[in-house]
């Protein structure tokens, strides 16, 4: 048995869950699994009730992984919950729990479970957010809530880390989000553009991700407008690809693409992106 091996679990959106959220909590229990350590998953049986999910799903078409330990567990809503899973966890007697913090709707939910795990356990949060980008009612209450059990923060970008020490003086380092190395082998263009059924004569910016007002999308379609405006697409083969799900009413972006005349310049894949693809 390796010298020093951890028991970890990690608590987060994980299969069957989908997005980017997921993605990363199973890469990154794959790596402690590599690095010798015994690590497993803690997801949600109900992450968002279906009145506050702006999407069309919150779960993955894909196959669960079969090379993890995900156990579906937490209910975000529902306090009874909190203390049974909290239990459930105790008893499994991890070395070091990994916590993720996205959104305040999620301090109750997790902060309760961490406080009944005991004072024993390590407690290290991943924080992708600390200040929502759209803010309502209860959110500081909710973070400030959260935040007491955690014994120390990673972020993955400066702002966050500013953000964190605007409320709490506890210990955390800024450590940059990672490249990915989980979609598989890279293609050559031409095979890519014909899976994507582009016109390979053009080069290619995308924008990725689910869109919501804070995104700037509309910020890119002025900027296209004004680049149409200078004739850049003249001397310049290029084109704007959309790619990810609309959390929010599309209408006015597509007025948007409209008043602009900005159609000829966009490839909308305006759908929810599976890891596979």
């Not at 999620?106 to 309760?112: A, V």
């Not at 957010?129 to 120390?152: C, L, Q, S, W």
Request: charged fraction near 25%; proline fraction near 5%.
């Amino acid at each position: 048995m390796q010298e020093n091996k951890l028991k970890v679990i990690i608590i987060g959106p994980a299969h069957p869950l989908r997005g980017g959220l997921a993605t990363y909590n199973e890469r990154l229990c794959r790596e402690w699994l590599l690095q010798g350590h015994d690590c497993s998953i803690i997801t949600f049986s109900l992450q968002y009730p279906g009145f506050l999910f702006p999407g069309t799903t919150q779960y993955s078409e894909e196959p669960a992984p079969k090379d993890l330990r995900i156990r579906v567990l937490l209910n975000s809503i529902n306090p009874i919950n909190w203390i049974l899973s909290a239990f459930r966890i105790r008893k499994m007697q991890a070395d070091l729990v990994i916590v993720r913090y996205w959104l305040p709707f999620m301090g109750p939910c997790l902060g309760s479970v961490l406080r009944l795990l005991g004072k024993k356990k390590k407690i290290i949060c991943i924080a992708d957010n600390i200040i929502p980008h759209e803010k309502r009612f209860m959110d500081d209450a909710f973070t400030r809530y959260f935040v007491k059990p955690i014994d120390g923060f990673i972020t993955m970008s400066e702002k966050v880390l500013d953000d964190f020490k605007t409320i709490q003086s506890k210990p955390a380092r800024y450590v940059p989000h990672p490249v990915y190395d989980t979609f598989g082998d890279a293609v050559d263009k031409k095979t890519a553009c014909q899976q994507l059924k582009l016109d390979d004569r053009f080069r290619y910016f995308l924008f990725f991700g689910f869109i919501r007002k804070y995104k700037g999308l509309d910020l890119l379609f002025e900027v296209i407008a004004q680049l149409k405006e200078q004739h850049f697409f003249e001397k310049y083969p290029v084109r704007f690809l959309i790619a990810g799900e609309f959390y929010e009413d599309r209408s006015s972006y597509d007025t948007l693409i409209q008043k602009l005349q900005i159609a000829d310049y966009l490839e909308m894949h305006t759908h929810f992106i599976n890891d596979s693809k």
